[in-house]
């Protein structure tokens, strides 16, 4: 028995010994998670500039290589998308808890101009994909010394 009394028409859980869930109070409302846009940035990118190069590292677990596309369009976008199919149902299952997201995923980032688009790498290696696009020398500006007279 919940020790919270109802929030938006619904008992919350929160001090229930026997639930692990936690409160979350836009449970109810009219978005769900299942809905395309949450499975859109549901999928987790960090984005490190280091001297030599762009290092992007993006979260799939579960995923086959085969299963992600690594992309540039437009000339200076890179994309990362994939897709993670839901296990198929049997019969005579009976689920308890279905967490794990599926769906499309897509995600996109504007490189900057010292990246060189011809040269991307990618890998995965234990569900995270590792793009590293490397990044063009900065010329260092050419400095010529003016002599001043008078």
Known sequence: MSLIPSV???RSSIFDPSSLDLWDP????????SDETSQLAATRVDWKETPEAHVFKADVPGLKKEEVKVEVEEG????????????????????HRLERSSGKFLRRFRLPENAKMDQIKASMENGV???????????????????ISG
């Open 129 to 147: 994909l590792t793009v590293t696009v490397p990044k063009e020398e900065v010329k260092k500006p050419e400095v010529q010394a003016i002599e």
């Open 26 to 33: 836009f449970r109810d409302w009219p978005v769900s998670s």
């Open 76 to 95: 200076n976008v890179l994309q990362i998308s994939g897709e993670r199919t839901r296990e198929k149902e049997e019969k005579n299952d009976t689920w």
């Open 8 to 10: 938006f028409g619904r």
